[in-house]
Every structure is written in C-alpha cells, then in structure tokens.
C-alpha cells in the first residue's frame, strides 16, 4: 500500500524528516508515537501532498510514486487525512461538501456522479452508524462546531469517500472520552483487508480503542523504535525519554 | 498550480462580436446627435425637450473625480451615441421579423428568445447595443395589466407615466453621467405594475453592447403601484476589445404604499484582459425611491465584470415603515476597479435599510466599499444595520471601505460591521484533500463567502452567477 523510503523533508531551510523510513501492507494498521516537535504532523501533510516541503527521498502509494502529484489528486486516488485541526468554512454546507467531494472521488475512480436522492440515503445512514447527529449535515462546515463534533465529522466524511491509505493525525486530542469512541468505533468498523491506517498520536490512551499491528516511534525525524502494542504501553510506562 | 497559466488565457466566454450593419448617429455629442436619436425613436416634442435641458445643464456640468479607481479622460466627441442594427429600423411587428442574427446572438448568451425556448418563468426584453430587439411574454402579462415595454415604446404609447417618473428619482440635473444619460439615453426598460398585482414571473433585461467605439446609455423606470409586487432581473456581456467603452445608465425605480421592488444585477461586462487591457467603464446611476408607507425596494448586485465598476444602487426612504436593502457581491480580478455601495436616506419614520456587502479582490485589483447611510431628522425609531466583508486573495490587491454615517435623531440606530480576510491556505488545504483542486477550492469557499447575498438572488439566477463567481477568479490564486 504505502512504502516510503528515506523520506526527507525540510521547511523554510528548517529540517523535519531524517531519512525515514516506513512500509504499510493492505489490512495494516500503524501507529506513530512520538513526543511535540519530532514531524508526527509533517509526516501526515507531507503524505497527502501539501504545498511548501522541500522533499527527498521515496513515496510510492500503490505501486506509483507519489513526488508530483498534486494533494487533490492523492485524495481522490484513496489517500484521506483526518486533521488534526479540521478548518472551518463559512456559507458551505457540510452536506454539499462532502457530496462534492464524494463526487470528485468518484469521478477519479471511473464511476457516475451520485444523485441527491442516494447520496442522502447513504449519509444518513453512515451518521446513524457513527450514532452522531444528522443535523450537523446541515449546517455551515465545522463552523460553531465543538472539538468533538469536528473529529467525529472527520470521521464520517472518512466512512463516506472510502479511501484506501486513511491518516489520523491526533484525532484522539481534545477529545471526551464519548466522542473518542465514537471515533475508535468508526475506524474499527472500517477496518478491512484491503484498507491501511495510519494513526498518529501523542497518547496512547486512543490504542486502547484501536488495536495497531504495528506501534513506531517518531523522534527528531526519524522512527527510532518499532513494535507491537507493548511498546505503546512501555511508552506509557517510561515517557519517551525512555527510548533510545 | 501547473493549470494556472491554461486559466490565465481562458477567454471571456461572451467575448464575440456580431458581425451586422448598424444605422449609426453621428459621431460626437451635439445636438445635432439627440435631433437624430429623439427622431429616430420617433418621440414627442416634450421628450426632445426634456433631452435638449439635460443637454444644456450638461454643458456646465463637471465629470466627479472624487472616485478611487481613475481613469484616462473620456473623448466624448469620439464616441457614437446610438448604433443599431439597420434590420431594427423598420421596427419588426414579431419575432419572425427579426434579423437570424440578432437570434442566434442571444441564443449564443442562453437567452433565447424564441416562442418554443424561451426561459421558463422569465419574460426577457432584450437590449442591443441602442435598441430593443424583443420582449418575451408581453401578452401574458398585458392581461393582468402589467406593462413591460422598452422604454422608447413607452414614450410613444404611455406618455402619462413617463412624464410623471421620469427623472422624478434622479433628477437630470444629479450628476454629469446622470445628466449625460437624461440627453442621450437610448433604450432600456419600462415596467408598470398596476395596483394590488402580484407580477407572476421574473422580469428580465439583457443588456448586450455590441458595437465599437459606441457608449450604451440604458435608461430604465419600473414603477409598482400599490399594493404591487415586482422581481427584476439585468444581465450585461460586451465582445472584447482593446479599447474601453462606456456604459453609462439611469435606473430609477418607484414603489408605492405597500408595494415591493426586487431588483437583481449579474453584470458580466468585458473586464478587459490580465494586463488591463480594455473592459467597459460601468457608471452606473441607479436609485429607488420607496415613495409609499410600507414599502420595500431590495437591490441585489453579483458585479463581476466591466474595467471600472462606479455605482451605488441607493433607497430614498420616504414612506414610513418603508424597508430598503442592499446586496451586493463585488469580484475584481487582474487589473479590474470597483467603486461600489449604496446610499440610504431615511426620510420617513420607523423606516429600515439594511446592507450585506462581500467584496472579492484578487490579481493587481482594487475594491473600494463606499455607503451612505443618512437617517433625518425626521426619521424616528429607524434603523440600519451594514455589514462589509472583504476578502483578498494575494498580495497585489486592494481592500478598501469607506462608510459615511450621518444619524440626525436620537431614537434610531445605526450598526455597522466590517471585516477584511485573506483566502486561507488551511481552507484550501482542506479542500484539496477532499479531492477537489484549486479553482473548485476557490471557487467553493468564496462562493461560500458571499453565500448571504448569492441566496437574494431569484432561484433562476443563483446557479448562474455561482459558476460565475468561480469563473471570475480562475487562475487568481496559484
């Protein structure tokens, strides 16, 4: 699915990715821990392609590299990034959004656009799915909406493009421990052999939720350590200070 | 973005030329011009009269320049003041008559005007260059009473109401262009509702210049009698040429006790190209008068085209409890100026204005807010409520906003809010990466921005001028 091969990234002349190095099978999940300041975040903007990262390195999705395509062309060949801080856009209704979208990606894949009809039929029954309020459809996108109803948001714009490679940065953070199992249950109830995740997290508390195959820790732009679930709870254990 | 420079060279969709023979006035602006214009409509006496004292007060009348956006100075004797199409001289009694041409020109903007095809719910005078060409609908709505005639029409056929409105809003001594309008003005439209009606369709008045080296000086009356309602609707393209050209109009409209004007604008003129190139000059004079108690006059303005935009669609509030209001998006793109607002006068008690204004600026261009809001001594218990938003989009345009706010009694209130944003680079990463690409992103979040004013406009119409919106501003961001 996703193979990246000393992958180097800097910003303004500032380095943030050292040569890392990564590769996620179909059905995998992936976690990435690492302390404030070691490139969780850049890691996720530069997978999903955004604009102003000088990068070196290899980023094949799918078999094809990644380097010169361009964010909106990712998207809609199957890389979905949940934002860590989802923008708010005023006067655009989160439904037509996320048809829009639907309809970009489906486009993409060959397929005929969606009507209004069908389209509604199946968001409402993906929100009922993720048990969250329908009529956050219809309202202004994320605009007034609390942390948590942003994050779930997420989530379900993620459920309705099913995309292939699919990137949590920090949706466990300012989360209520309600909205983070909503979350958790819209990402296990998607988990398939054919999709990967990649999950990005300051905590481990989200791991209690959504079991990794695979747990790395991300330290000064490198991954440093890499296992299984126990090292997300030895994490918790020593702080990452403990890692070496 | 790699599409950028492919956008750049889009080209103005409306750009073409017809290419038919005119019956021209004489160039330059003399007498001997409005003779040849008030003949060739074959109007009365009173109607020469009434162009020969604008003309005379012209004479001592000075251009403004207190306006941001200037300008090189206007040859008024190098321009032609009436051009029609040589087909429309002898005036065509259907639409069999007229020219192809003519036909498939409209039929090119989507307007056509055929029995069969034309608009659904929207009857259409359509305006080339200084002549009507055809009014959609007429007999349908004759039988309710309602007059919808080109203005030269009107003249000839109802002299009463012509005498009584015209220039009773603007008056031919306002300003130069104003005044210059009272003389040479050409066609345009007229509308009466008569009283207690209900107008059951949306009118509309395509405004097409065609010819070079011509201005289009549009003159339109709507006048709704009591109890009346009315919903209006202009369009506006022009062919691209590298020389600038001159639209300047009179709109006037009046309401009555308890009647209600909506009148919308999708101004699509020739901007001119990305170096700035040519673009119609829009000077536009238009102002409505809520004469009666409980009226309403509502402008709704998409103002995307033209060089120079130079306009404040305004209420006279004199009626008590008369509402007026004021929507407008203004989008200027490479070189393209806006000067643009509305005045509110409060005359009558407990009267109401409120303005919603987005302006959009991106390229080398520059927006200019400017609004009155002016509530008298008189006009007790009024209000007013004006919101300005502007966004920009790089960092070579332009934002401005100038309120002048004059309230002379104690018990009304006036509230004004303003913001000024950039396009936000997370708004677009966000969109991005849900598959959509540049312009969509663009042409989304601002379409977004000016959601409040686009939701004024006649649902016919809304669609059109949201593509409008993002077509605008292709290749404005990069």
Sequence with gaps: MLEIKNLNASINNKEILKGLNISIKPGELHAIMGPNGSGKSTLANVLSGKEGYKISGELNFLGKNLNEIPIDERAQKGIFLAFQYPTEIPGVNTSNFLRTSLNKVRKAQGKKEIDALSFIKLVKEKTNELGMDEKMLSRQLNVGFSGGEKKKNEILQMKILDPNLIILDETDSGLDIDALKIVADGVNSSRDSKKSFLVITHYQRLLNFIKPDFVHVLANGKIVKSGTKELAMQLEKTGYKGIN | ?478
């Design chain 2, 1 to 478: 973005m790699k599409n950028q420079e492919l956008d750049q060279n889009k080209e103005y969709k409306y750009g073409f030329t017809t290419d038919i023979e005119n019956v021209k006035a004489p160039k330059g602006l003399s007498e001997e011009t409005i003779k040849f214009i008030s003949k060739i409509k074959k109007e009365p006496k009173w109607m020469l009269d009434w162009r020969l004292k604008a003309y005379n007060r012209l004479k001592v009348s000075k251009e403004p320049n207190w306006q941001k956006p200037k300008y090189p100075k206007i040859d008024y004797q190098d321009l032609y003041y009436y051009s029609a199409p040589k087909s429309m001289k002898d005036k065509p009694k259907s639409l069999d008559e007229v020219d192809p041409k003519l036909i498939e020109t409209y039929n090119k903007l989507g307007i056509p005007l055929n029995e069969q095809k034309k608009l659904s719910g929207v009857a259409v005078d359509a305006v080339f260059d200084s002549v009507s060409v055809a009014t959609t609908f007429k007999g349908e709505l004759t039988k309710k009473g309602i007059i919808f005639c080109p203005i030269s029409e009107a003249i000839q056929k109802h002299p009463d109401l012509v005498k009584k409105y015209l220039g009773s809003v603007i008056p031919i001594s306002d300003h130069y262009f104003a005044t210059l309008n009272s003389a040479v003005f050409t066609d345009g439209s007229f509308v009466y509702i008569p009283p207690n009606t209900r107008c059951p369709m949306e009118l509309s008045t395509y405004f097409r210049i065609n010819a070079a080296e011509t201005g289009q000086f549009e003159r339109t009356l709507i006048i709704a009698d009591k109890g009346s309602y009315v919903s209006y609707l202009e369009g506006c393209t022009a062919p691209m040429r590298d020389e600038n050209q001159l639209h300047a109009a009179n709109v006037e409209l009046i309401a009555l006790d308890d009647a209600e004007i909506k009148y919308s604008t999708v101004q699509n003129w020739y901007p001119g190209d990305k170096d700035g190139v040519g673009g119609i000059y829009n000077f536009v004079t238009k102002r409505g008068a809520c004469r009666g108690k409980n009226s309403k006059i509502s402008w709704t303005q998409v103002e995307t085209g033209s060089a120079i935009t130079w306009k404040y669609p305004s209420c006279i509030l004199q009626g008590d409890n008369s509402v007026g209001e004021f929507y407008s998006i203004a989008i200027t793109n490479n070189h393209q100026k806006a000067d643009t607002g509305t005045k509110m006068i409060h005359l009558g008690k407990n009267t109401k204005s409120k303005i919603i204004s987005k302006g959009i600026s991106a390229g080398k261009a520059d927006n200019t807010y400017r609004g009155l809001v002016d509530i008298g001594r008189k006009a007790l218990n009024s209000r007013n409520y004006t919101q300005c938003d502007s966004l920009l989009m790089g960092n070579k345009c332009g934002a401005h906003t100038v309120p002048y706010i004059k309230n002379k009694n104690s018990s009304s209130t006036i509230e004004h809010e303003a913001t000024t944003s950039k396009i936000n680079e997370d708004q677009l990463f966000y969109c991005n990466q849900r598959g959509l690409n540049q312009e969509e992103a663009v042409s989304l979040i601002v379409n977004g921005f000016c959601k409040d004013v686009l939701q004024q406009l006649p649902m016919e119409f809304a669609v059109e001028a949201q593509k409008l919106v993002g077509i605008s501003l292709e290749g404005s961001v990069g």
